[in-house]
T-cell receptor, first 112, second 111 residues
Framework: DTAVSQTPKYLVTQMGNDKSIKCEQN?????MYWYKQDSKKFLKIMFS???????INETVPNRFSPKSPDKAHLNLHINSLELGDSAVYFC???????????FGNGTRLTVT | QKEVEQNSGPLSVPEGAIASLNCTYS??????FFWYRQYSGKSPELIMS????GDKEDGRFTAQLNKASQYVSLLIRDSQPSDSATYLC???????????FGAGTRLFVKA
């Protein structure tokens, strides 16, 4: 199936831990994104990579570090997790600058 | 001022009625606009894209764009209970790199 897939689907961890979320797309898109959706359902852009190059870095704590080993993969590593990091994180990709986003299924992160 | 604004709702309509969802945006340079539907616990799925002023119809859905008023709307005709979801309005910013989302409008269609 052609899709954006991210793992894991659920992530429960304690404050202070470090965790990673992986994302892969087989749509052949050059641009990938990480979005955070909080409890009020607001989707906020975090990062974007275009063909492995970081092009958007919103006001996100340095504890969040994206990595794109190739244009089909975009991973998100989070250090020293805090309670406020609890949210659903969506990976997305798109073909062109005016194209819609294709979303992965999301990773629900719960920090206790 | 938020970049993309929507009434958070909830909007409640009876089955078979027309649901009207509205959105305004602040970036005059935005050229591409989208409506996504998101069911609880699921990812957003694209319903409509619109790039030119006027109406665009796809089945029961009609998107309307007025760039002069910086206004986008979505009409859902013959609303069904399965249309109950959160509807997200989105716009791509000037420069084309970011897709900015509104906070979403919750729609309930009563059987």
């Amino acid at each position: 199936d052609t899709a954006v897939s991210q793992t894991p689907k659920y992530l429960v961890t304690q404050m202070g831990n470090d965790k990673s979320i992986k994302c892969e797309q087989n749509l052949g898109h050059d641009t990938m994104y990480w979005y955070k959706q909080d409890s009020k359902k607001f989707l906020k852009i975090m990062f974007s990579y275009n063909n492995k190059e970081l092009i958007i870095n919103e006001t996100v704590p340095n504890r969040f570090s994206p990595k794109s080993p190739d244009k089909a993969h975009l991973n998100l590593h989070i250090n020293s997790l805090e309670l406020g990091d609890s949210a659903v994180y969506f990976c997305a990709s798109r073909e062109l600058n005016n194209s819609p986003l294709h979303f992965g299924n999301g990773t629900r992160l719960t920090v206790t | 001022q938020k970049e993309v604004e929507q009434n958070s709702g909830p909007l409640s309509v009876p089955e078979g009625a027309i649901a009207s969802l509205n959105c305004t945006y602040s970036d005059r340079g935005s050229q591409s606009f989208f409506w996504y539907r998101q069911y609880s616990g699921k990812s957003p799925e694209l319903i409509m894209s619109i790039y030119s002023n006027g109406d665009k119809e796809d089945g029961r859905f009609t998107a309307q764009l007025n760039k002069a008023s910086q206004y986008v709307s979505l009409l859902i005709r013959d609303s069904q209970p399965s249309d109950s979801a959160t509807y997200l309005c989105a716009a791509i910013n000037t420069g084309g790199f970011k897709t900015i989302f509104g906070a979403g409008t919750r729609l309930f269609v009563k059987a």
